[in-house]
C-alpha cells in the first residue's frame, strides 16, 4: 500500500496531475486531489460566481428566514448567505479554487434546504469517493441500536464495482485479505476509534438537504428507493462522498465474536456525468467553464436562443435534480418542487433477493408500483419520486393503480416515500385529492398556498411582462400561469405580485407576493368522485428523506387527513421528521437569467451577470404557507412522524419485509409503542 502511494504521488510531482489521471476510471482520492487542487483561484472567475450567488439570493424565497429558523429548528438553521458570501469574497488565502469552493458549497448546505444549493461541476461528484462497506443502523431484539455493515454490503459492491473490488480485497490486513464478504453484518464498534455516533454527527453537520438533525444523521446510512427502471440503493453519506476529500476509514468492528481493527481506503470514480479529458487544460476546458446552458437566454432572440434550444442535451440542473430524466416538453407546462444534491441520482441496484418477489400489478410505471401484499388486504404504492418521464401517464397510473388495488381488495394503503426527492407540484396535488376524495382539503387547493419573493428586480420583471414583454406566456413572472388565493387565475396584463406582503424577518426588511392559489385544478383528467381509501387506514412510511413535493403531499395528508406517518430507522430519543425542504416551487440560476434576458432587464444593475464557470444555484421560488401556522410558511413548522419504527436486520433494505412488519404492528394502532418519545 504505502510504496504504491508513494509511487504514485512521485508520477504526479513530476508532471501534470491531471494527466496522471486521465482516462482513468477509479484512482485514489489523493491523486484526484492532486489534479482538483493544482489551480489557483482566478479572482475575476470568483468575484462573478459570488456576485451571480449573491444577486440570485434575491429570488431565493428563504434568504432571510434563514439567518435564525424558528423552534423546532433553531438550532439546525442559523445562516446568512450574504454574510458568507462577504466572508469569502473577503478572504484571499485560498491555496486553490478546490479550496474556495468547498467554502462556498458549505456555507449553502448548512441552511439545510434541498432547494437552495450550488454545485460546481469541475469539483462536485467528479470523481465520487467509495468505500465497499455501506452501514446500515439496526435494533436488535433486546432493543439496543447499534452500527452495523449493512448485510449485503459485499452483494452491493461486488456487483457495482466489478474488478475494483480486488483492490479492496488486497488492501485487507493479514488473513483477511481476500475476505472482504466476510466483513458484511459485521457490528461497528468504533469509526476512526470513536463512537460510530461521533461520524454521523460531523456528517449531520455538512450533509445539507434536510432541516431535522434527524433525517440528517439517517442519510448517513444506506437505503433503497424506487427508480424509473428498478430498485435502487443508496449507499449513504459514509460509503458515497462527493469530493476526494478522505483517503481511508478506520473501522473496528466486531465479527465472528471478535473484534478487530481494519482500514479501508476509499477509493475515487470519475463521476457519471464528468466530461472526459487527458490533462489539465481539457479537465478545466471540459467540466470546469459555463457551457451553453449555464446562463438563461431571451427567448425572443431566436439567434441567442437557437443554440440552446436546438440542443437534446439536458439542462446541467437535471443531474442534480433528484428525480428521473423529464420528458422536456412536460417542463414548462408542469412546475416543480425537487430536491438537488450534489450527487446524482445514483444508478445502483438493490440485490435481486431484496426486491419484491412478486411483479408489481400492471398498472405500475416508472416510480410509482403497485402491490398486493399477501393478506389481501394491505396495498403498497412504493412511490420514488413525484416526477416520471411522461406526466401524463403517471398520472393516469397513479389512479389506475390505487383503482385495481380496491379491486382487489385492498382496504389499507401503504405509501412508501423511502428518498423520494419531490417532483411535478400537481402530482403531489393529484394523489392526495384521489385517495382522500373530493373534501374542503382537497378541493380546490389539494396543496399549500404560496408566495414568491417580490423584490425590486422581480417587480420589474412583472411591469415589462405588464407592458407586453412576453406575448407568448412563456415566462414564470407571467400572470396568466399562477391565480390568487381564491384560486382565480390572474388576468393578463395584471400586476399580480400586488398587493405586496412587506415583512420583516429576522430583523430585514422583506417583500412578498400576495397570497397565491393552486394552479392544478381542474386536473386534466378526471379524479374519482369518492376517495378510494380512508384516511386512518393509510400510512406514509420513510427514512424521513421525502423532500419538496413529497413533502406537500405528505404534510397535507398527515396535518389536513390526519393520515398516520412512520420514518424507519432514526436513533432513539431523536426527534424524527417525516419530511423536510418544503418549499412551494423550486427553481435555479438560469431559469430567472431567462427571466432577466427575455424581458431586457440583464443590464439593470440587480440582475446577476453571466455566470464564467459550471455552476448551477438552486432556490427556492415560491414558500407554501403553513397548515397549522397560517401566515408563516411550512417551512420551518413541525413534522414529527407518528412512530419511529425500528429497523432489523430482517426488515433493512428489504422493502417486502418491512411492508409487511408495518403493516401488521401499525395497522393495530393500540397495541404499538410509539419509539421515539
Ligand atoms: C450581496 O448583496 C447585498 C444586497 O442584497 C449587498 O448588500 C452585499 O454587499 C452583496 N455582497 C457581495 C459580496 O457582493
Ligand atoms: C466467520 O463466520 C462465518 C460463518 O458465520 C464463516 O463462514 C467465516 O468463514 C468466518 N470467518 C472467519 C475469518 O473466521
Ligand atoms: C469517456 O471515456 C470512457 C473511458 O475511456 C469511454 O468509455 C467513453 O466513451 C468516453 N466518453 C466520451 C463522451 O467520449
Ligand atoms: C454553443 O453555442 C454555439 C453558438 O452560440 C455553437 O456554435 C456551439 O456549437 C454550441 N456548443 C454546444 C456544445 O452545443
Ligand atoms: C399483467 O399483464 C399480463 C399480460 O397482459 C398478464 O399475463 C398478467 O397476469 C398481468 N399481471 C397482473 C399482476 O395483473
Ligand atoms: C389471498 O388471495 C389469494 C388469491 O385469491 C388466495 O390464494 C390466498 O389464500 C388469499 N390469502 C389470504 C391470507 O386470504
Ligand atoms: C381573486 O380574483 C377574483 C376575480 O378578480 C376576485 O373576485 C377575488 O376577490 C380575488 N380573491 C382574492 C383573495 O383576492
Ligand atoms: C446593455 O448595455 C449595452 C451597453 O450599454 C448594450 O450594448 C446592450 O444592448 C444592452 N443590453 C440589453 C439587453 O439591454
Not at 403493516?663 to 418519545?677: E, I, T, Y
Request: proline share 7%; net charge negative; with cysteine.
Amino acid at each position: 500500500m504505502r510504496v504504491l502511494l508513494l509511487t504514485a504521488l512521485f508520477a504526479v510531482a513530476r508532471g501534470d496531475p491531471c494527466a496522471y489521471i486521465a482516462g482513468k476510471k477509479w484512482v485514489s482520492p489523493a491523486e484526484a486531489r492532486a489534479c482538483l487542487n493544482a489551480f489557483p483561484v482566478d479572482p475575476l472567475v470568483k468575484e462573478n460566481t459570488i456576485q451571480v450567488l449573491n444577486k440570485t439570493l434575491a429570488f431565493h424565497t428563504s434568504t432571510y428566514y434563514q439567518i435564525q429558523a424558528p423552534p423546532p429548528f433553531e438550532n439546525d438553521i442559523q445562516e446568512d448567505l450574504h454574510a458568507d458570501l462577504a466572508r469569502i469574497s473577503a478572504k484571499e488565502d485560498y491555496n486553490s479554487e478546490f479550496e474556495l469552493h468547498p467554502d462556498l458549497f458549505r456555507a449553502f448546505k448548512r441552511v439545510n434546504d434541498g432547494h437552495c444549493v450550488v454545485i460546481n461541476y469541475c469539483y462536485d461528484s467528479l470523481y465520487v469517493s467509495y468505500l465497499p462497506t455501506p452501514l446500515v443502523f439496526l435494533t436488535q431484539p433486546d432493543g439496543q441500536q447499534n452500527v452495523f455493515i449493512a448485510p449485503e454490503a459485499f452483494d452491493v459492491a461486488s456487483a457495482e464495482f466489478g474488478d475494483e473490488i480486488e483492490f479492496w480485497q488486497n488492501a485487507l490486513p493479514g488473513k483477511l485479505k481476500g475476505q472482504l464478504e466476510s466483513l458484511s453484518g459485521a457490528k461497528v464498534l468504533l469509526i476512526n476509534g470513536e463512537d460510530p455516533f461521533k461520524a454521523v454527527n460531523k456528517n449531520a453537520l455538512i450533509t445539507g438537504s434536510y432541516q431535522s438533525f434527524g433525517t440528517r444523521q439517517n442519510s448517513f446510512f444506506a437505503s433503497y428507493y424506487r427508480g424509473d427502471q428498478g430498485w435502487l440503493y443508496n449507499m449513504g453519506n459514509f460509503a458515497q462522498q462527493v469530493h476526494p476529500l478522505t483517503n481511508s476509514v478506520e473501522l473496528t468492528i466486531m465479527r465472528n465474536n471478535s473484534g478487530e481493527i481494519d482500514v479501508l481506503p476509499y477509493r475515487s470514480r470519475f463521476g457519471s456525468q464528468s466530461k472526459n479529458f487527458t490533462d489539465s487544460a481539457s479537465y478545466r476546458a471540459n467540466n470546469c467553464v459555463a457551457t451553453n446552458y449555464t446562463n438563461g437566454y431571451d427567448l425572443y432572440d431566436a439567434s441567442t436562443s437557437s443554440s440552446v434550444t436546438s440542443t437534446s442535451d439536458p439542462k446541467p440542473i437535471t443531474y442534480a435534480q433528484q428525480q428521473p430524466r423529464l420528458n422536456p416538453s412536460d417542463i414548462r407546462r408542469h412546475p416543480v418542487n425537487v430536491l438537488l444534491d450534489a450527487t446524482p441520482l445514483t444508478d445502483i441496484d438493490l440485490p435481486q433477493k431484496m426486491q419484491p418477489p412478486n411483479p408489481a400489478l400492471n398498472e405500475s410505471y416508472s416510480v410509482a408500483q403497485f402491490y398486493l401484499m399477501n393478506d389481501n388486504t394491505t396495498g403498497v404504492l412504493a412511490l420514488g419520486s413525484f416526477s416520471a418521464p411522461n406526466f401524463m401517464v403517471f398520472q393516469a397510473s397513479l389512479l389506475a393503480g390505487l383503482v385495481e388495488l380496491k379491486a382487489r381488495g385492498a382496504r389499507k394503503l401503504i405509501v412508501d416515500v423511502t428518498n423520494n426527492g419531490g417532483g411535478y407540484i400537481c402530482i403531489a396535488h393529484w394523489l392526495h385529492r384521489i385517495i382522500i376524495g373530493p373534501k374542503r382539503s382537497t378541493e380546490p387547493q389539494a396543496g399549500l398556498d404560496s408566495s414568491t419573493r417580490a423584490g425590486p428586480l422581480a417587480q420589474l420583471i412583472v411591469q415589462k411582462i405588464k407592458e407586453g414583454a412576453d406575448p407568448s406566456k412563456l415566462l414564470s413572472y407571467n400572470p396568466s400561469q399562477w391565480t390568487n388565493a381564491s384560486h382565480v387565475p390572474f388576468e393578463l396584463g395584471t400586476d399580480w405580485l400586488k398587493p405586496l406582503r412587506k415583512l420583516e424577518i429576522n430583523g430585514h426588511q422583506d417583500v412578498f407576493s400576495q397570497r397565491l392559489g393552486q394552479e392544478c385544478q381542474p386536473f386534466e383528467v378526471d379524479p374519482p368522485d369518492e376517495g378510494l381509501f380512508e384516511p386512518e387506514n393509510v400510512v406514509i412510511i420513510s427514512n424521513g428523506r421525502c423532500a419538496s413535493s413529497c413533502s406537500l403531499f405528505s404534510i397535507t395528508m398527515s396535518k389536513r387527513e390526519g393520515v398516520k406517518t412512520v420514518v424507519v430507522g432514526g436513533k432513539q430519543g431523536v426527534p424524527q421528521q417525516y419530511c423536510g425542504t418544503v418549499g412551494g416551487q423550486s427553481t435555479d440560476f438560469s431559469t430567472i437569467d431567462t427571466e432577466i434576458k427575455s424581458t431586457k432587464l440583464k443590464n439593470h444593475t440587480l440582475a446577476p451577470p453571466d455566470l464564467l464557470s459550471n455552476v448551477v444555484q438552486g432556490i427556492t421560488w415560491r414558500l407554501g404557507f403553513g397548515i397549522d401556522d397560517k401566515e408563516e410558511p411550512e417551512e420551518w413548522q413541525d413534522h414529527p412522524a407518528d412512530i419511529n419504527y425500528p429497523l432489523t436486520v430482517e426488515t433493512v433494505n428489504q422493502p417486502v419485509a418491512l411492508w409487511e412488519a408495518i403493516a401488521k404492528d401499525v395497522f393495530r394502532v393500540s397495541q404499538f409503542v410509539v419509539q421515539s418519545s
